[in-house]
């Protein structure tokens, strides 16, 4: 890895730790009446936090191209994810007759030519590349809210008038170098193998990787610091004459934002002294430099709402929001709502709501790894529109059983899609990736007796999704079920458990963002990110 990102040219990774996340927060809240009718707030925030992330990308850069038999990469040749190496290989080892993989765990020593047990390893005779991702993010943000309340109450109407400053300074440095990339098994616990030069008798000649390690940097620089210095004026007010309440609210925010991003060497690094294996290059890497840009966002936000009370126990709303969101130096996204529904409920025994809803979002952007070299970053740029309807209903029949049911059925679409600023109009209409158009949870509840805590139930039901902007792939819908317990120890102690994926049901969020944005299954089989299996967990909360 690059010297200028750490001096002694090594980086550790340790996929024993996962992630490791540690938060400090200090807190600030007053508030102060100045009349009958006015109140005065204030409230600040600190936080500081640390994100050390540990995680494995199988397929990053290669797509579905890096997973193939383990024949396939022994054998020099395109079909060969490791190819380079291999030609390296042979150019250091010229004794050499042939390729193989030793175990870093076992020891056991596999050749090309013994094909058959290459082809049934572990059961499926695959090998893959997997980038070893390690990300630390170190931040810190100050936030102060500012303000006062004005409350009228004339009998004929009540009135309550909130005015405020807000600011925020937000500041991110993230460490995501040295993403090197191992050779490894098909497998849960996989093993890694180092790729070794063979002699005709299978007597090992050389060693080609580095502990399994293949590559180094393979994701560019991966030095970056964002900061936001943001300040907003706002005003909400809600009116409430007799059975109908109407609210509206406004914020203007001006955002000074900072982007400093490491550059990538043009010429390859050395790797340090004392490195084994034919990779000489770290690759592209942090070179020592930065490249800086400023941007000034300043923008409006606003919403309006009605509510009306037809009868004491049915009503209804609507409104109409528009807002956005600041992504540092990249252009705002615009989000545009409209909704309106029907409020109802019958005493204990029934609440519920439905809503039919439109939603915009103008500049939705994001960056990706180019497939065929993920060390560039290509950037998305599109709007999405998704219109639909939200059900919401609580039944509760007696007093210690409830059962609460959420859903939406939505139809979200792709529109003016860009790639690196290119405009791609065979994305118009797709669905947009990870997003599905049904969705709904179940939560059963049973209250224990004398207030001693509860026991629920949940199933979450997630539909069908799209692996790509393209919609290529589809990944199939997946229900989800869940159980846990709530036990009041005492007026200050509560302890709570719970089992999640309680039968351990497979569901895919995702594809292989490695791929690129038209993604395709490859000889019958492609990556995807599984939810996490059956997990289990439990929290003590004391009051005081």
Do not use: C
Request: aromatic fraction near 12%; hydrophobic fraction near 35%; proline fraction near 3%.
């Amino acid at each position: 890895m690059s010297t200028n990102a750490h001096a002694s040219g090594f980086r550790p990774f340790r996929y024993d730790q996962g992630i490791v996340a540690k938060t400090a927060q200090v807190r600030f809240d007053i508030e102060k009446p100045a009349s009958d009718s006015i109140n005065l707030f204030l409230h600040t925030r600190y936080l500081k936090y640390s994100y050390d992330f540990n995680g494995l990308f199988p397929g990053s850069g290669t797509g579905n191209a890096g997973l193939a038999s383990a024949l396939a990469y022994l054998t020099p040749g395109a079909s060969s994810p490791i190819n380079d190496l291999l030609t390296a290989g042979q150019a250091a080892f010229p004794t050499a007759t042939h390729f193989g993989i030793k175990d870093l765990r076992t020891g056991v020593l596999i050749g090309s030519d013994q094909a058959a047990t290459l082809n049934a390893l572990n059961g499926n005779g695959f090998l893959q590349r997997t980038t070893l991702n390690h990300d630390y993010i170190d931040g810190r943000d100050f936030g102060l809210n500012i303000g006062g309340r004005w409350d009228v109450d004339t009998g004929r109407f009540k009135n309550s008038l909130t005015v405020g400053v807000m600011y925020y300074n937000v500041k991110r440095e993230q460490d995501q170098s040295a993403t090197a990339s191992v050779v490894n098994d098909v497998k849960t616990n996989s093993d890694i193998y180092d790729v070794v030069a063979l002699n005709a008798a299978n007597a090992v000649v050389g060693t080609l990787s580095d502990n399994g390690l293949v590559s180094y940097g393979d994701w560019g620089a991966g030095i970056r610091i964002r900061k936001d210095s943001a300040v907003s004026l706002y005003a909400n007010d809600e009116l409430s004459f007799g059975d109908l309440h109407i609210d509206g609210g406004i914020r203007w925010e001006n955002d000074d934002a900072t982007a400093i991003d490491g550059n990538a060497a043009m010429v390859n690094q050395q790797v340090q002294p004392g490195v084994v294996g034919v990779v000489r290059t770290v690759g592209s890497t942090f070179d020592g430099t930065y490249t800086t840009l400023n941007r000034t966002h300043a923008k409006a936000a606003y919403t309006v709402g009605a509510n009306y009370l037809i009868t004491p126990r049915f009503a209804l709303y609507a409104r109409y929001a528009k807002g956005f969101q600041t992504n540092t130096t990249d252009p705002i996204t615009t989000i545009e709502l409209y909704e309106a529904g029907v409020r109802y409920n019958y005493g204990r025994l029934f609440s519920g709501s439905a809503t039919v809803f439109r939603t915009n979002f103008k500049n939705q952007n994001y960056n990706f790894a180019d497939p065929t070299n993920p060390t560039v970053q290509s950037n998305i740029n599109a709007d999405l529109t998704t219109k639909g309807i939200e059900l919401d209903a609580s039944i509760r029949p007696v007093a210690w059983f409830s059962l609460d049911l959420q859903g939406v059925l939505q139809e979200p679409k792709l529109v003016n899609l860009q790639i690196d600023g290119a405009d791609q109009a065979g994305f118009t209409g797709n669905r947009p990736e990870r997003t599905p158009a049904k969705l709904f949870t179940i939560t059963p509840t049973f209250k224990l007796p004398h207030g001693l805590g509860e026991v629920y139930g949940r199933y979450k039901y997630i539909g069908r999704i799209f692996a790509d902007a393209g919609n290529g792939v589809a990944l199939p819908s997946y229900g989800v079920t869940s159980a846990g317990i709530t036990f009041n120890l005492t007026e200050r102690l509560q302890a709570t458990f719970n089992a999640d994926n309680i039968f351990n049901v497979i569901g895919l969020t995702e594809g292989n963002p490695r791929q690129g944005q038209t993604q395709a299954v490859t000889d019958g089989y492609f990556y995807a990110r599984g939810i996490v299996g059956t997990t289990y967990g439990g929290t003590i909360t004391m009051k005081f």
